[in-house]
């Protein structure tokens, strides 16, 4: 077993958060700030500026013409969709890095982050619909695009532990959490919710990451909890950069029934998901990555 203070130690080496960028994530963190207050800040950082531009550009949006500046961007696409923007920018910088040691490619670790945090959108959505009460958490997304952040550092040992895992979990159904902690010493659930508390997230936040495979231990759980965990099983079902992990997870009929969603809401769910990938390039795909064409 690999020692957790090596582990733990490794969160210290995580590339650096430019000041910009943590600035911008606490600000975003913090609702009664505005959106032009946070553009104020991030301004002065180029690649970052020029990322939510590309982003405010791309198919997704449907923009009538080209914007170039980040204050016509929030005035086009408005505040809400601003906070995302800059969220998802400012967190692709460490997604990108990461990959190889879950038998993922590179870039598809963060390919299955955004789909998580579109897919919690969608099902917040067609909960709201089909509950009656409005499911409407500020902390939804970034969550979602969160939630796998420990796989960031834990890349690195997974890498020399792959073969053990996998066998593991093969040849005792287990799931790949409960082998990561058994080989490993932690799993990526539980070191992603250190380092979100590291960033100073919020505290539903990091449980809400801690406990997105086993929603059922949670102290606390709720709806930000159950959506994200579903959204992660959606995703995966759908092989969406879930890799090698996405084959031992467990059935998720339980956390349906508790929202009423039935069998067609869930089919319609993932056709949204795919209809929206499908315009996010901008949000998914840099020049340097090997595969543009993956659905
Ligand atoms: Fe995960
Ligand atoms: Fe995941």
Known sequence: MIPLENILQSIKHLPPVPTVIQKALSLLMNQEVSASKIVEVIQYDQALTANVLKICNSAYFGLSRKIYSLQEALVRIGNRNMRIVIMASSLMQFYKKAGDGYDLRKGDLWRHSVACGMMSMILGKTISQRTGHAVEDHYLFTTALLHDLGKVVLNEYVKESFEEIVTMVESRKCSFVEAEREIIGMDHAALGARISRMWKFPDRMAEA?????????????????????????LCMMMGIGGGVDGLAYRGMDSVLQTYGLAEKDVERCMASLLEEMARVDGFLYDENDVHRNHP
């Open 209 to 233: 990451i801690a406990y997105h495979h086993e929603p059922e231990s949670s102290p606390e759980p709720c709806s930000l909890l159950y959506i994200v965990h579903l959204s992660d099983l």
